[in-house]
């Protein structure tokens, strides 16, 4: 992995893995932090896609600011945060004894360094996607790096029912940040290995076009 990114990408991943050995994050904490990770980078491609969207409405552009744009774009994307993120609130249901239990909620109450480490990764996700230029591109265009970067979130919504092994923190929480490192090095082979052609995400069936 010569690319700068990629070593960005796996201390991001191994966040949790040094949280859990170096500071004695428990298992909850620790799949909490992947959970919360995919769920916020989701989350901030949706915002990003909204803006766009009301930036797109006819006569809507000068006023984006108003009242009723605010109230249009939060209600647009907390429906549509719901929607496609499906996958992460099922996950919560083999994950709930982690996820939703008081273990969880006392560490996180009591430690102002998880709010900041937690709030940093979502401030993180939001400026990514406000800089990734989706109000600039194509249609054709815009459609390929929403599904691109969404199906990848959603592949990494799906990695994450290996946690629901309980007791086996220590050993699944380091290959959950080799399996996500992965992922997101390497996505053109993950998402060709579920999708299809990758470079044609675009289309609404990549494998049916390529048959035809």
């Known amino acids: 992995m010569a690319n700068p990114r990629a070593w960005a990408v796996l201390g991001r991943n191994l966040i949790p893995v040094i949280g859990i050995y170096g500071f004695g994050w428990s298992a909850a904490l620790s799949v909490f932090s992947y959970w919360f990770d995919g769920l916020t980078a989701l989350a901030a491609i949706v915002a990003a896609v909204v803006l766009r969207l009301l930036r797109e409405m006819p006569g809507q552009s000068a006023n984006l600011l108003s009242a009723m ?9 907390v429906f549509l945060v719901g929607i496609i993120a499906l996958p992460y609130w099922i996950v919560l ?40 230029g989706y109000d600039r591109m194509s249609e054709k265009e815009l459609k390929q790096r929403v599904r691109w970067d969404t199906y990848l979130l959603v592949l990494r919504a799906g990695a994450m029912f290996i946690m ?29 290995a579920v999708w299809g052609d990758p470079s044609r995400l675009w289309e609404y069936d990549p494998d049916e076009k390529k048959k035809r």
């Open 164 to 192: 629901a092994a309980h007791g086996l923190a220590f050993i699944l929480v380091p290959l959950m940040a080799l399996l996500l490192t992965y992922m997101e090095v390497w996505p053109e082979r993950v998402l060709g």
């Open 93 to 132: 249901i083999p994950l709930h004894d982690l996820l939703l239990g008081p273990e969880l909620r006392r560490e996180l109450a009591g430690s102002r360094a998880l709010w900041l480490t937690f709030g940093s990764l979502a401030v993180g996700h939001f400026w990514k996607a406000f800089q990734s």
């Open 69 to 77: 744009n605010i109230i249009r774009g939060l209600v647009a994307w």
